[in-house]
């Protein structure tokens, strides 16, 4: 048996990978840490089934949203073993650490559920809901407008589980950690020429407003969740406390690394290796540093892009 999915992935990931030798270190570093991380979690029983709903709530998420599935399954042998195989490849650095502990069964259980995930064949169709959303949210920040339209089942999804699982130590902050990587999917594609211009702003003024105008909506979203962890998990306060600045450094250094590259109407595919390195970083609190530094370093970057649109 042939794995053609698996091949696709790996040439996928050799291409964009080609070029970035700085974040590369950064990237494996980081992989390397989060596995280490996920054997010392796969130690504790309760600890080990938190990991495992992770791993199999983030290949949901992919098989939802995954755009190749009518492809996939229409036209490669044994669709369901492929896809399969695809979630197992991808979760087997963070999952493969748990057969060397005492909960080692955590691992089967992963394989079971990932195996289940492929029959799930149903594909989201995008159509225009809170057609009064603009009322809320003002015509500035059209990214949460078009990203919560498009992704509002997913978005109110996590957020009422992380409601719903705030009194617990780490489950909550790694749904909400989610729910920052669907966010910044909303800033993934360029605006038209028209729409950057309005209002008239200087490159520095557009990028400040825009980067405080999403921080506070961040804020506003999460600030209320990490209270209440904190209440109930009073030992994790300097965890929590670093969380929601590391989110803010990462929503703000995604929007500089868009406009650093910006180019009216494109979606800037080259940006997805650096944004992913730096959101993994995100997921540690205490490597807030990385995602600040990044989005100052952008931020200058950008501005000077903006400054062949923008008016200085």
């Known amino acids: 048996m042939t794995f053609p999915l698996l091949y696709i992935r790996y040439k996928q990931l050799q291409r964009q990978l080609q070029g970035f030798s700085l974040y590369l270190f950064i990237f494996f570093g980081l992989i390397f840490l989060l596995v280490y991380i996920s054997f010392l979690q796969f130690q504790k029983q309760q600890n080990a089934y938190h ?107 996590i957020y009422t589980l992380s409601v719903a699982f705030c009194w617990f130590k780490i ?36 990028l400040l407003e825009k980067l405080y105008t999403n921080s506070t909506y961040l804020i506003i979203l999460y600030l209320p969740l990490i209270t209440i962890n904190t209440i109930f998990n009073s030992d994790f306060l300097l965890i929590n406390a670093f969380f929601v600045p590391t989110q803010i450094a990462l929503l703000c250094f995604a929007i500089c690394l868009k406009y650093s590259t910006y180019s009216p109407g494109k979606k800037p595919v080259a940006n997805n290796i650096p944004l992913a390195i730096v959101a993994f970083a995100s997921s540690l609190p205490y490597l807030l540093p990385i995602p600040a530094l990044l989005a100052i370093v952008y931020f200058y970057i950008a501005k000077k892009n903006l400054k062949k649109y923008l008016n200085d």
């Open 171 to 206: 489950l909550p902050l790694f749904l909400l950690w989610f729910l920052s990587l669907l966010i910044i999917s909303f800033h993934d594609e360029c605006e038209s020429i028209q729409i950057l211009r309005e209002g008239n702003k200087s490159p520095h003024n557009f």
């Open 51 to 157: 990991v495992v709903v992770l791993l199999v709530i983030i290949s949901v998420l992919l098989q939802f949203y995954r755009k190749d599935k009518p492809f996939i399954y229409r036209h490669i042998d044994n669709p369901h073993l492929q896809i399969f195989f695809e979630y197992v490849a991808l979760t087997l650095p963070f999952s493969i650490t748990c057969l060397i502990t005492k909960n080692w069964y955590c691992y089967p259980l992963l394989l079971l559920l990932l195996f289940c995930i492929p029959l799930f064949k149903f594909q989201f169709r995008q159509k225009t809901v809170f057609k009064n959303l603009s009322f809320i949210i003002p015509s500035s920040s059209f990214e949460w407008i078009s990203g919560f339209r498009k992704k509002y089942f997913t978005f109110i999804g």
